[in-house]
């Protein structure tokens, strides 16, 4: 029972598959994203608001993404000797000082004190507050996995 019309097509199909996986996966060329670094004190960063319970002089910059979607990275900065009030964020935080002196306390835990280069992760939901001791300016890189939110907590007193 050799048949030489399916033999000659069990032969070609390779080849027919072969060319049609290439044309369908060369049509679609990938985006290729563009590498990116930034320097905090780089004078084309866009520096925006800070919700209005952090302190006066606060300022953001995004770096990376957008704050309404997932995975964002931020450079947030505070004046010196300010205070930033009891908060928390839905996302848990990746954070790294880069410049000042940042004392940070997560609740249920001891002060940490963030000198540059220092590493701190923040548990999502975890209220904590901070302080920039420093005479200049805190500015730490912030990498969120949810969009951006910030949300202040109500002291007993008030």
Known sequence: MDNPIIGRSLQVFP???LGLISSFTSAQTPV???ALTQNADDAQIQWGPCPPFLPEGCAIAVLHGDPAQDNLDVFFKVPAKSTIPLHWHT????????A???HLTYDGQEMAI???GTYAYGPAKRPHHGYCASADPCV???AFESPLDAVPVESAGQ
């Open 100 to 102: 000042g002196e940042l």
């Open 140 to 142: 730490l890189f912030i």
């Open 91 to 98: 996302s848990p935080e990746r954070m790294v000082l880069v």
């Open 114 to 116: 963030l000198r540059q």
């Open 15 to 17: 080849f027919l598959l």
């Open 32 to 34: 290729i994203e563009q």
